[in-house]
């Protein structure tokens, strides 16, 4: 819809996602652009979280875009937006390795041209978007079950830790006789309570 509709001809569209199973992250982009074939990236890792996956996922179909010498713009579609915000993230994060390869891509993209530039679309999976849809389904279609020991990565490693602090903390807090009658159970717009989250830039 927006290949045939949009007033721009040297556009390129980027759309990624990223899935999780088995600790194993799959991240697939596909770029569209008018008058040229399809390109398909799929990537695997293990023992990383969500966020590395999708970053790293939006670096590459960034970086093969930019092969093309005469794309002029550059839209980005995701449902982590979170993800695209970090890359002008200026403060220290553990995710600098790939921010450095994006913005190195970003600048010559806009020293080349002085009207060339790249957005960012935000399109949560289950609106269905045609351009994102196909990509989602996907991701979440692939199962594997890594054989070897594997490495982790530091932000996974984290988010491990603190899910078991958090685990062992509500075990010993339910079975407490201290607990009283001052607490509050905070509930959501379905009346289920609201857990501590990793997803999506949660807190």
Known sequence: MVLESSPFPLVAIIASDTSIKNNVATSIVYIHMIDKPLIKMVHYAVNITSTEAELFAIRCGINQTLRFNNISKIIVITDFIHVACKIFY????PYQISLAAILS?????????????????????????????????????????PLLPCKDSWDFSKKNKS?????????????????????????????????????????
């Open 90 to 93: 200026s403060l220290a994060h």
């Open 105 to 145: 891509d970003l600048y010559v993209f806009f020293n080349s041209h002085v009207n060339n530039s790249i957005e960012f679309w935000e399109y949560p999976s289950h609106l269905n978007w045609q351009l994102h849809e196909k990509v989602n389904k996907e991701t979440k279609a692939f199962n594997l079950t």
């Open 163 to 203: 899910d078991d602090i958090l685990n062992t903390w509500k075990m010993m807090f339910q079975a407490s006789n201290c607990k009283e009658n001052y607490f509050l159970d905070l509930l959501d717009d379905d009346n289920n309570i609201i857990e501590l989250t990793y997803v999506k830039g949660g807190l």
